[in-house]
Each structure stands twice: as C-alpha cells, then as structure tokens.
C-alpha cells in the first residue's frame, strides 16, 4: 500500500472507530458487531504500525473507548482501569505465551482461564470491608459515580464477610443483565407498545447510566467480580488465590475458571469454557486468559491501555446459513429507502431469524448479493442480524442482480411518491441512497413520531413503532406534536392487533403517555429540536443550538447560523481569489497586489464574525447544518410545527435562558450534611447548573462542608476556597 492511501485509510478508520466507540461505550446501541469492530481496530493499528509517520496520539487506538456522560460525578481510580488486548486466534495465543516466557525467562507459566463477561466494567470500593462507591471505567483513569445506581444490586454485599478484609481495595468486576430479565423487560415493553432492547449488554448498560435509581432497581441488575485495582495491604498472591478471596467476601464471581500449567492447556481450557459458556447467567463473548502468579504479572508489567499479562480470546459470532426468499423495503423517518433480507427462517445463536439488514444498495452489489441465494447471516449477540456473504456458485441460474429503484418500481413502497437519489452522512447508511421526497409519507410520519417520543427525544414512554404506525395510520397523527390532540379515550381503545384478533392498547398505557407527553411539555430547546428531526440536526448540534438560543423563533432568524453561512462564503471566496491558487493564479502583479488586499479584507471580516457571533462555536456546526436548519424552520413543514407549538401552548426554552444559579461553578461535598443525603445535594447542584467534584483545588468555586468534614475543609481553607453550610447552600439556590 502506497503512504497516500495508507494515510487516506487511516482517516477513515480512525473516524470509523471513534464513532463506534461512542455509539457502544456512551449510548450502549453499536450498530456494527464486536467481530466487525476488532477487525476495523486490528486494521488500523498494523497500519499505524507500518506507517509510523502517520501514528497520532489522539487516535482511538491510543486510548479505552469512554464511557461518560452528562449527569454523573467523576471520580478518579485509584489504579487505572485498563482494557484488555483481544484476538481471535490460537496462533496469536501462542505468541502472547512465547512473549511472556521470553520477558520472564520460563517457558513454565502458570494461567488462570476465566469466563470474558459480555457486560460493563466496574469498579467498587471497600473501605475497612465496607461498601463505598461504584465507577465505571470512564476513559480509564476516571469514570461516572455509578454508586447510586449499583446500591440497588441485590447480590452487592454492603460488607465484605470474613475477617481477611483489605483496608482499602478497588474489585473490579462486570455488570450485566441475564438473559431472563432481559427478556422480562423486553416482553414488558412489548406488551406497552415500546420498543424493545436489542440485547441484554445495551440494557445493562443503559440502565446503569439511567438518572433514577428508582428505575435501575425495577431492572434487576446482575454483578460479577474478576479482578482487583489499588489494594492495601497487598495480600493477594495469585488470581486463583484473589478468587478464592472474592467468593469468601461473599462477592459474586464467575461459575467457572480454570487454572493450569502452560499455553496448550489454557487452550483446552477455553475450548471447554466455549462448550459450557450457553449455561452461564451472563453473556459469555470469550476467554481471559491470564498469569496466574502475582509477582510475575508485575514484572510482565502493562502498557498504557493493557496489562502485558493477560489476553482476551474472543469467540467468533455464531452465523449460519440460508435461504435470502425476498429483498423487501422500508421507509425510515426521513425517508430513506432501505433493503431487508427476508430470509428462510434459521436457528441462530438461540433464536429463529427470519430477517436480516442489508445495509443498502452499494452493500449488495458488493457482496453479490441476489434473491434466491445461498447466504451466510450472523447475530453478533449485540445488533440486528445481519448478512455477511452469498455463495454464487450454488446460485439458481438466471438470478438477476438486485436494483432498488426497479423492486419499487421507481417509486416510494408506501406512499408511491418519487424518490431520488440522495447521499446521505452519518445518521443513518452512509454512501448514496434512493430516499422518498414526500414530507407526507405514512411511512416518515409514522417514523417521525416513533422518534419524538423515544427515550433520547422526548420519552414518551408507551409509543413506539407499532403504536405510532397505528396513530399515524388511523389518520389521529400527521406531525409529532399532534399526539398531544388524541384523546385519552382514544389511545385506550387503540387497536394494535386485528378484527379478528383484537389487542386494545388499555387505559393505563394510555395514561402513561398522557402524563409523560404533559411532562415533555416543560423540556428545553435542545430536546424539541432534536424530537422534530430537523433534518442534519443530531444529538450534539441540537444541543449546541440550544444552549445558543432562547426560542424557535430566535432559532429560525439566528444571527448565528447567519454567521456561519457567511463565514463559509468568505472563505470560498478567499480561496477563489488568492493570487496563488492553482485554478486561477494571479494574472500581473497588479492583479496580484489587488488579490492580497481582498483577501486580507475577507480573513479580516472572518476574524470578525470569529471573535463575535461565532466565539466559542465549535467546528463541527459547519454551514449544511446551518442552511439545512433554517431551510427546514422556514418551509411549509417547520412553519406548520411551529404553529402548531404555539397552538399548543408549548414554548421550549433554550439553556441559555434557563441558566441556572450555579451555572459555571464547581462545588466539592465534604462531610455529613444535616438533612440532604449526599446523593440529593449533588443532585441539587448538578439541577442548578453548576458541576461536582471530588477533589478541592483553585478552580473550585464553594465547599459545601457538613459534620465531620476532613482533609477537603483544611484544603479549602488553605487555597481561601469559600465554604458553604447545608442552610448557606439552600439559601443560595433560593
Ligand atoms: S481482567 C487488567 N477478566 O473485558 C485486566 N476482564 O475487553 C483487567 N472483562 O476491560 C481485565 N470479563 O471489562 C478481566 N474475566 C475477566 C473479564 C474481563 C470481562 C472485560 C473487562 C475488560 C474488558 C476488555
């Protein structure tokens, strides 16, 4: 590979990771499999490692996918929580042996094998053998304060037992969700008209990072400990040994492990592990293999992101094959046209396939993909099955090479309206795709309001695909906001079933989305905006926007987004004429001098609008968003939403005016409070728009002390931090 594409190749990995990365460790719903990420991550770090030139220290392979979110207090690990390296492949299990007999001068190595928890990593700590916090791994060094949220895990013991109790130690170990209650919740939410979780590992993970410990309790999270971090005294000598220990503090652990002598009977160890992981309580996605001894792991020693110890084996996605009967299409909410494979159905990784994506268009030409064939489909555990390959030297002759806008017969399936071809960006199926251009479409609608009421929009609990492809189809809803006409009586009787077989939706689901559709009204900008799907207008701009405006109106005339799109004129025009460009250099000298000129007026004016309108705008808020937003705010469609707001009473406001009275403060709690548990204050200061932290320094703006406050007063006091009492603190918020 030459250095320019190896670099080009880069780029694109690195974006394609990093997006992953987000949509797996922050939002819990990965749209590709573990398999197919491995082998992207894989890819770009031998090229990173061949083309050294292009190796970069933000690149995600540098660092462990991030967990964080808004809402939660950091807090710093005591030892660094590292990941571990992964392969899929005995060879390299060997290698990973040759490497530790080479660095310890044995070939004679003790391993422990242990089941690989398809969960979220945690991190509790004991202080004198009691419990006193939970944190995620974060970005490895620091996470969210989970505490709370973990509390609410029966099989947590609030003590360790037994009197061989560190005096501070950090147990790591995974969360999870077993197959049973997954299936519980998902059965529950079926049954209310919500969309169901795609697997247990996104649900666990979701539920960990819910706000409502309340919530997290209803869901019956599960626990597993496997390793430790910062232990004082060091007292534990093996991991067969820290196992033993786990389970005398009466801490959860793994069914099963192994511990013997030598790489080929670790690999007859995983090779069991994999024949009994489908009876384990969790999600089993490989085998840790790790040196056993203590004293060797420490001269093994880690690298920045993983211990040198210990590897991941990782089992391969279970696929199978059959028959593709059918390509057919769907219309997403804003109208993109995509395929699905309606398959023969097959017995995958435990249940019965009968569908499966095919991404888009350009996939299946790709893969060669025609109706009729033999296919290979896999269920990574995690994302919607999907087909990985067809086979055309069993194919039936004559099959004819699949084409989109002839199976639609070059119209939208649902409405029959046109459709063209559109490129489409991150969101949804990247590359080109046919997209139905009627706003009005039964199909967008229904989309549409699937969307405003999910859980990252507005949180209708209650409508979900089914109930909102009802309303929309019995003509109750056209935009999103109408859902706030039908009646309660209405959604009661709501028939999702058939005349023949009845399902009425029931009073109390309608209830349920009665009270939360009032609730919605009172959320800010950020979130309505987001709701209506504007088009280009994601999580991250939508809130971006909203912390810059106070109002749709303000919004749809935003001297902002003006700035935007004329700053991208200056520069095109900048580009245009300067003397030296390629395309059109300077003709004379005059020309020449008269081109600088303009174009220091034009960077000039670019300063400007960078040191006004846009100071602080990040980059990523670039003109199509900008010309896209007040496209949308001003046509027929968003002219017709807001109105009907505005008939509706609803007015959401954007952050900036609600700002509250701790907005750019740091507060750090110390110490007992009289009346506010610890929980409630930080949820009070985090409610008034100020952030916590766990640590005093010139930065922190009050201390709010209580009883028995320690190290953290006397630190206060040495910087000249001001401190607060429970009552000040009250007063303050007002
Ligand atoms: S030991 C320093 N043991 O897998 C070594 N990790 O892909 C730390 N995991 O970050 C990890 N089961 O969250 C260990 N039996 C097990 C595990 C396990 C699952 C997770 C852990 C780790 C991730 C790496």
Same mark, same amino acid.
């Given at each position: 590979?030459?250095?320019?594409?190896?670099?080009?190749?880069?780029?694109?990995?690195?974006?394609?990771?990093?997006?992953?990365?987000?949509?797996?460790?922050?939002?819990?719903?990965?749209?590709?499999?573990?398999?197919?990420?491995?082998?992207?991550?894989?890819?770009?770090?031998?090229? %990173?490692?061949?083309?050294?030139?292009?190796?970069?220290?933000?690149?995600?392979?540098?660092?462990?996918?991030?967990?964080?979110?808004?809402?939660?207090?950091?807090?710093? $690990?005591?030892?660094?929580?590292?990941?571990?390296?992964?392969?899929?492949?005995?060879?390299?299990?060997?290698?990973?042996?040759?490497?530790?007999?080479?660095? /310890?001068?044995?070939?004679?190595?003790?391993?422990?094998?242990?089941?690989?928890?398809?969960?979220?990593?945690?991190?509790?700590?004991?202080?004198?053998?009691?419990?006193?916090?939970?944190?995620?791994?974060?970005?490895?060094?620091?996470?969210? !304060?989970?505490?709370?949220?973990?509390?609410?895990?029966?099989?947590?013991?609030?003590?360790?037992?037994?009197?061989?109790?560190?005096?501070?130690?950090?147990?790591?170990?995974?969360?999870?969700?077993?197959?049973?209650?997954?299936?519980?919740?998902?059965?529950?939410?079926?049954?209310?008209?919500?969309?169901?979780?795609?697997?247990?590992?996104?649900?666990?993970?979701?539920?960990?990072?819910?706000?409502?410990?309340?919530?997290?309790?209803?869901?019956?999270?599960?626990?597993?400990?496997?390793?430790?971090?910062?232990?004082?005294?060091?007292?534990?000598?093996?991991?067969?040994?820290?196992?033993?220990?786990?389970?005398?503090?009466?801490?959860?652990?793994?069914?099963?492990?192994?511990?013997?002598?030598?790489?080929?009977?670790?690999?007859?160890?995983?090779?069991?592990?994999?024949?009994?992981?489908?009876?384990?309580?969790?999600?089993? !996605?490989?085998?840790?293999?790790?040196?056993?001894?203590?004293?060797?792991?420490?001269?093994?020693?880690?690298?920045?992101?993983?211990?040198?110890?210990?590897?991941?084996?990782?089992?391969?996605?279970?696929?199978?094959?059959?028959? /593709?009967?059918?390509?057919?299409?769907?219309?997403?909410?804003?109208?993109?046209?995509?395929?699905?494979?309606?398959?023969?159905?097959?017995?995958?990784?435990?249940?019965?396939?009968?569908?499966?994506?095919? $991404?888009?268009?350009?996939?299946?030409?790709?893969?060669?993909?025609?109706?009729?064939?033999?296919?290979?489909?896999?269920? =990574?555990?995690?994302?919607?099955?999907?087909?990985?390959?067809?086979?055309?030297?069993?194919?039936?002759?004559?099959?004819?090479?699949?084409? /989109?806008?002839?199976?639609?017969?070059?119209?939208?399936?649902?409405?029959?309206?046109?459709?063209?071809?559109?490129?489409?960006?991150?969101?949804?199926?990247?590359?080109?795709?046919?997209?139905?251009?009627?706003?009005?479409?039964?199909?967008?609608?229904?989309?549409?309001?699937?969307?405003?009421?999910?859980?990252?929009?507005?949180?209708? !609990?209650?409508?979900?695909?089914?109930?909102?492809?009802?309303?929309?189809?019995?003509? $109750?809803?056209?935009?999103?906001?109408?859902?706030?006409?039908?009646?309660?009586?209405?959604?009661?009787?709501?028939?999702?079933?058939?005349?023949?077989?009845?399902?009425?939706?029931?009073?109390?689901?309608?209830?349920?989305?009665?009270?939360?559709?009032? =609730?919605?009204?009172?959320?800010?900008?950020?979130?309505?905006?987001?709701?209506?799907?504007?088009?280009?207008?994601?999580?991250?701009?939508?809130?971006?926007?909203?912390?810059?405006?106070?109002?749709?109106?303000?919004?749809?005339?935003?001297?902002?987004?003006?700035?935007?799109?004329?700053?991208?004129?200056?520069?095109?025009?900048?580009?245009?004429?300067?003397?030296?460009?390629?395309?059109?250099?300077?003709?004379?000298?005059?020309?020449?001098?008269?081109?600088? %000129?303009?174009?220091?007026?034009?960077?000039?004016?670019?300063?400007?609008?960078?040191?006004?309108?846009?100071?602080?705008?990040?980059?990523?808020?670039?003109?199509?968003?900008?010309?896209?937003?007040?496209?949308?705010?001003?046509?027929?469609?968003?002219?017709?939403?807001?109105?009907?707001?505005?008939?509706?009473?609803?007015?959401?406001?954007?952050?900036?005016?609600?700002?509250?009275?701790?907005?750019?403060?740091?507060?750090?709690?110390?110490?007992?409070?009289?009346?506010?548990?610890?929980?409630?204050?930080?949820?009070?200061?985090?409610?008034?728009?100020?952030?916590?932290?766990?640590?005093?320094?010139?930065?922190?703006?009050?201390? /709010?002390?209580?009883?028995?406050?320690?190290?953290?007063?006397?630190?206060?006091?040495?910087?000249?931090?001001?401190?607060?009492?429970?009552?000040?603190?009250?007063?303050?918020?007002?």
């Amino acid at each position: 590979m030459t250095p320019d594409l190896a670099q080009q190749r880069i780029a694109e990995l690195r974006a394609q990771v990093a997006r992953d990365d987000a949509l797996y460790y922050q939002q819990a719903r990965p749209e590709i499999s573990d398999f197919a990420y491995d082998a992207n991550r894989r890819e770009l770090e031998d090229l %990173e490692r061949q083309f050294p030139q292009f190796a970069r220290p933000d690149s995600p392979t540098q660092r462990v996918g991030d967990d964080r979110v808004p809402g939660f207090r950091e807090v710093a $690990h005591r030892q660094k929580m590292l990941s571990l390296d992964n392969t899929y492949n005995a060879e390299e299990l060997r290698a990973f042996h040759a490497r530790l007999a080479r660095l /310890l001068g044995t070939d004679d190595l003790g391993y422990t094998v242990e089941p690989k928890i398809d969960g979220l990593a945690v991190s509790l700590t004991y202080e004198d053998g009691r419990f006193v916090r939970a944190v995620t791994r974060g970005q490895g060094d620091r996470g969210d !304060d989970v505490t709370a949220n973990v509390r609410t895990i029966p099989s947590l013991p609030p003590q360790l037992a037994g009197g061989d109790v560190p005096r501070a130690v950090e147990i790591r170990g995974e969360i999870y969700l077993t197959a049973a209650e997954f299936e519980r919740i998902n059965a529950e939410r079926i049954a209310a008209g919500e969309e169901p979780y795609a697997n247990p590992r996104n649900l666990a993970a979701g539920t960990l990072k819910l706000l409502d410990p309340a919530e997290v309790a209803r869901r019956k999270l599960d626990l597993v400990l496997y390793s430790l971090g910062h232990c004082e005294p060091a007292i534990v000598a093996s991991q067969t040994d820290l196992q033993h220990r786990l389970r005398a503090w009466g801490l959860p652990v793994v069914e099963r492990y192994w511990t013997v002598r030598g790489i080929e009977a670790a690999w007859a160890a995983v090779g069991e592990l994999d024949r009994l992981r489908s009876r384990f309580a969790y999600g089993t !996605d490989g085998a840790v293999i790790k040196l056993d001894d203590v004293a060797q792991q420490r001269e093994a020693g880690a690298t920045d992101k993983a211990p040198r110890w210990a590897i991941a084996y990782k089992f391969k996605p279970d696929t199978a094959r059959t028959r /593709l009967r059918a390509i057919t299409i769907q219309v997403g909410k804003t109208g993109i046209l995509s395929p699905v494979a309606e398959l023969e159905p097959v017995l995958l990784a435990g249940s019965t396939i009968s569908r499966a994506t095919l $991404h888009n268009e350009d996939e299946i030409r790709r893969k060669d993909i025609r109706v009729g064939d033999l296919v290979e489909i896999e269920k =990574a555990g995690e994302v919607i099955p999907a087909v990985l390959q067809s086979f055309p030297a069993e194919r039936p002759a004559g099959a004819p090479v699949f084409d /989109l806008q002839a199976a639609v017969g070059g119209q939208c399936p649902v409405c029959a309206g046109r459709i063209a071809r559109v490129v489409v960006a991150a969101e949804e199926a990247e590359g080109v795709a046919w997209k139905c251009q009627n706003y009005d479409c039964r199909a967008q609608r229904a989309g549409r309001l699937g969307f405003f009421c999910s859980r990252r929009a507005l949180a209708i !609990d209650g409508v979900g695909g089914v109930v909102a492809a009802k309303l929309v189809e019995l003509g $109750h809803v056209q935009d999103p906001p109408d859902l706030y006409d039908v009646a309660l009586e209405t959604l009661a009787t709501l028939n999702l079933g058939t005349a023949e077989e009845p399902r009425v939706f029931g009073e109390k689901n309608a209830a349920k989305i009665v009270a939360a559709r009032e =609730a919605a009204r009172a959320l800010p900008l950020e979130k309505w905006l987001y709701a209506l799907s504007v088009p280009d207008v994601g999580e991250t701009t939508a809130r971006e926007l909203g912390r810059r405006h106070r109002t749709f109106d303000e919004l749809a005339d935003s001297p902002l987004l003006r700035a935007v799109l004329r700053r991208a004129e200056l520069l095109a025009q900048r580009e245009r004429e300067a003397p030296a460009s390629r395309k059109n250099p300077a003709k004379s000298d005059e020309d020449k001098a008269r081109r600088k %000129e303009l174009c220091a007026r034009l960077e000039a004016e670019v300063a400007v609008l960078e040191a006004g309108p846009l100071a602080g705008v990040p980059a990523d808020l670039g003109p199509a968003v900008a010309a896209s937003t007040r496209e949308f705010l001003a046509s027929g469609p968003g002219l017709r939403l807001r109105a009907k707001l505005r008939q509706l009473g609803i007015e959401p406001q954007g952050t900036v005016a609600r700002a509250g009275v701790l907005t750019g403060k740091t507060l750090v709690l110390t110490g007992t409070l009289p009346t506010l548990t610890r929980e409630s204050a930080e949820q009070k200061i985090l409610a008034a728009g100020g952030k916590v932290s766990g640590s005093v320094s010139k930065k922190t703006s009050y201390v /709010l002390a209580g009883e028995a406050a320690g190290s953290k007063l006397d630190k206060a006091q040495e910087l000249g931090v001001p401190v607060l009492t429970e009552a000040e603190f009250l007063r303050l918020l007002g």
